[in-house]
Structures are given as C-alpha cells and as structure tokens.
T-cell receptor, first 113, second 116 residues
Framework: NAGVTQTPKFQVLKTGQSMTLQCAQD?????MYWYRQDPGMGLRLIYY???????DKGEVPNGYNVSRLNKREFSLRLESAAPSQTSVYFC????????????FGNGTRLTVT | KNQVEQSPQSLIILEGKNCTLQ??????????LRWYKQDTGRGPVSLTI?????NTKSNGRYTATLDADTKQSSLHITASQLSDSASYIC???????????????FGTGTQLKVEL
C-alpha cells in the first residue's frame, strides 16, 4: 500500500521552462491537494480537488495549473517557471470522514535558476 | 487574520529527556487541531487530533493538550528518542458547519533535534 506517490523527487529548471509534477494516491480518496513548503513559512495551499472533475484555487495559485486526471491522479503544472517557485511541493489526499487527516507524499524539491 | 504560531522555533534535547512544544492559534471558528510530525525529506504524518471538547490525548510517548478558551495547544514528548528528531507542525481547521469551508491553517513548525 504505497499511499501518496509523487514524482519526480528532485528537479532543476531554468527560468521560463515548464514541467508537470505528478501525484497519485491508492487510498480511494476523493479530495486531493497541492501545497508548497518554504523555509520559515507554513505549508500553503496552491490548488485542491474535492472530487474527480473539480478543481479550486487555494491560497497561492498564481503561476500554476492543475489537472485531476481521474480519482487517483492530480498533477501540478508550471507553465513558465520563475525563481520564486523554488520550493518543496507536497501532494496530499484526504478521506471523506469528518476529521480525516491529510496523507502526504514525500515531496518534490524544485529549484528554478 | 487566522494564524497559528508555534514555539520554540527549534529545540535541542538529550536522548531520554522530555520536552513540550507550544501552539497558539487565532483561528475562528475552530473545528479541530492536529499535530503532524515531519521527518527530514519526507511528508508530514499525523500524530494526533484534538477536537473542541477534548483536553488531552495520548499517542504512545506523545501527549497533546488543548485549551480552547485560551486557544493554546501543547505537544509533550516523553523519554525522547533519536527518532523523534523532526519538525512538528500544528494545523488548525476552521469549522465547516459555520461556513469555514474546512480551511486549514498551518504553523511553521518546531524543529526538534534529539542528541546522544
């Protein structure tokens, strides 16, 4: 039982390049999330998906797009990377029961030069 | 503004010693407070959840407390081990039923290092 799987683990981009971060969960969860984690700041929500076919903006959506490909997969795309997007990105999923915890992947460390 | 503040920012203790981490929040309306443990290079993992009516809850050597009146929570670690070295993150959830939309507010974490 893998939980939440993110790929790649590390990535270096040049300013202006694009890339897609992949996330898949095997827990049959409806809700999935993308967060970024920066030094000295709490995790910040980029986008979330409450169910297959729906996506909504979080706290810091600018510069990102998402796709909820199916119930398992939720990808995050950077169309034109900027140095300000250097961060560690976490995907998470959550069950439908009230007070269910977030289940996180192990993150993608992205550096934009 | 809804905020979650944790203290101390970092802490070094000797193996076998106890420690207490603090979390103060201004999130309202409050639904629950959860503590996560984040090992280096890994995603956060839930340790325990505190709802409005709970004062204390234990999970092995971890004991969380909640004072909803003063909006404070603590995480006490007993008989620390090297494997306790991690970042501990406090997360408060807004109340769904009163229109909070299940929004989460994350603290910045306390970095704990346990040494021999």
């Amino acid at each position: 039982n893998a939980g939440v799987t993110q790929t790649p683990k590390f990535q270096v981009l040049k300013t202006g390049q694009s890339m897609t971060l992949q996330c898949a969960q095997d827990m049959n969860h409806n809700s999935m999330y993308w967060y970024r984690q920066d030094p000295g700041m709490g995790l910040r929500l980029i986008y979330y998906s409450a169910s297959e076919g729906t996506t909504d903006k979080g706290e810091v959506p600018n510069g990102y797009n998402v796709s909820r490909l199916n119930k398992r997969e939720f990808s995050l795309r950077l169309e034109s990377a900027a140095p300000s997007q250097t961060s560690v990105y976490f995907c998470a999923s959550r069950g439908d029961r009230i007070n269910s915890p977030l289940h996180f992947g192990n993150g993608t460390r992205l550096t934009v030069t | 503004k809804n905020q979650v503040e944790q203290s101390p920012q970092s802490l070094i203790i000797l193996e076998g010693k106890n420690c207490t981490l603090q979390c103060n929040y201004t999130v309202s309306p409050f639904s629950n407070l959860r503590w996560y443990k984040q090992d280096t290079g890994r995603g956060p993992v839930s340790l325990t959840i505190m709802t409005f009516s709970e004062n204390t809850k234990s999970n092995g050597r971890y004991t969380a407390t909640l004072d909803a009146d003063t909006k404070q929570s603590s995480l006490h670690i007993t008989a620390s081990q090297l494997s306790d070295s991690a970042s501990y993150i406090c997360v408060v959830t807004l109340d769904i039923l009163t229109g909070g939309g299940n929004k989460l507010t994350f603290g910045t974490g306390t970095q704990l290092k346990v040494e021999l």
